[in-house]
């Protein structure tokens, strides 16, 4: 009976515990931010120029509030990053970089980068710090780098390329993160795609606004037969892909490459801009033929801006009738290549 009588009192002490809140746990974690990666982010050698990165992981334990975390220096800045649905790593989403970001959910393990971007004119070892804080917890993270001459990129490097290859479901709606798994950028080189979905309510039936499709990908040939993996298709006005290209040499011509399959003969249109470019652009795809002229190779030359970004925005921009009918425009195997030394 002592034994019983024992085990009943101890299971009314733990019930008493829990309804008044008046036992501590001696067992419970004590609150803290864990540097997962360490407390330093080498972002070693780095062209003056160009674009540095480094990323690092931390967790909360037993936090009931966010991490905030601040990094100091004009020429740097931070962004969180996570992956949507893959393994793969170049298909991983980046938040926009400033001088801060905040970890929400602060009890996982959450992945920072520390974005570096120095003058073509600066040379030497570098370093600052990421600030991270929570209830009166407060780590630092050293960030070290050093910036050294930069060499031009060979003539006929290829800065960014996208075939636009999912390996998702045919009709899957894309979106960001989901820009295509076999991009590649030249190292000292950020590439930073971002999605815009359509918002016009004249436009908003029930066709994706874009979506991956393997029955019209490219074909070395320019043809689509046989089905030559996937493509990315634009259904709807106001959808708009972004590429944004950091580190690039200002001022030195780039060539954009890429390719255009129009659904059928009528009208509809896309808008294909580009840093330095000036041509005239070619709105209206809808008179080419069709898919039975095959794929249309389009050039331009970009320019990057005196802080070595190239941006390139494509916007579907109407549909012949702009009724929200979804008419197709297939966009596939895009390039960036670096033209000749200045």
């Known amino acids: 009976m ?17 309804s008044l809140s008046s036992c501590e746990d001696d067992d419970s974690p004590e609150k803290d931010i864990i540097l997962l990666t360490g407390d330093v982010v080498n972002l070693g050698e780095v062209p003056a120029g160009s674009t540095g990165q480094g990323d690092f992981s931390v967790k909360g334990q037993s936090l009931t509030r966010p991490i905030t975390l601040s990094i100091a220096g004009e020429d740097f800045s931070i962004g969180r990053f996570y992956q949507l649905g893959t393994t793969n790593d170049v298909n991983i989403q980046t938040s926009d970089f400033g001088e801060s970001v905040l970890f929400a959910a602060a009890n996982i393990v959450n992945n920072g980068r520390v974005l570096f971007m120095p003058d073509r004119s600066d040379r030497g070892p570098v370093s600052t710090t990421v600030d991270i804080t929570t209830e009166g917890i407060s780590k630092t993270l050293q960030v070290t780098a050093n910036v050294v001459e930069p060499l031009p990129l060979e003539e006929g490097t290829v800065v960014y390329a996208n075939g636009f290859e999912f390996g998702i479901e045919d009709g899957t709606a894309v979106g960001n993160g989901e820009i295509g798994i076999d991009q590649q950028t030249d190292p000292s080189v950020i590439a930073i795609s971002t999605v815009a979905l359509s918002t016009d309510p004249d436009n908003l039936g029930q066709e994706r606004d874009l979506r991956s499709d393997d029955d019209f990908a490219r074909c070395p040939d320019n043809t689509f037969d046989p089905p030559c993996g996937d493509v990315l298709e634009l259904r709807r006005v106001g959808t708009t892909l972004n590429i944004e290209l950091l580190g690039l040499e200002p001022g030195r011509t780039f060539t954009i490459t890429y390719y255009v399959l129009p659904g059928g003969n009528s009208s509809r249109g896309l808008n294909v801009t580009v840093t330095g470019d000036t041509s005239p652009i070619f709105d209206d795809l809808g008179g080419l033929g069709g898919r039975s002229a095959g794929y249309q190779e389009f050039t331009r030359t970009g320019i990057p801006d005196e802080n070595g970004r190239l941006n390139i925005n494509i916007v579907y921009t109407n549909d012949g009738t702009n009724s929200g009918g979804g008419r197709s425009l297939a966009f596939d195997d895009i390039s960036v290549v670096a033209g000749p030394i200045p």
Do not use: G, P
């Open 2 to 18: 002592k034994i019983k009588s024992s085990i009943y009192v101890s299971f009314l002490a733990a019930i008493l515990c829990v």
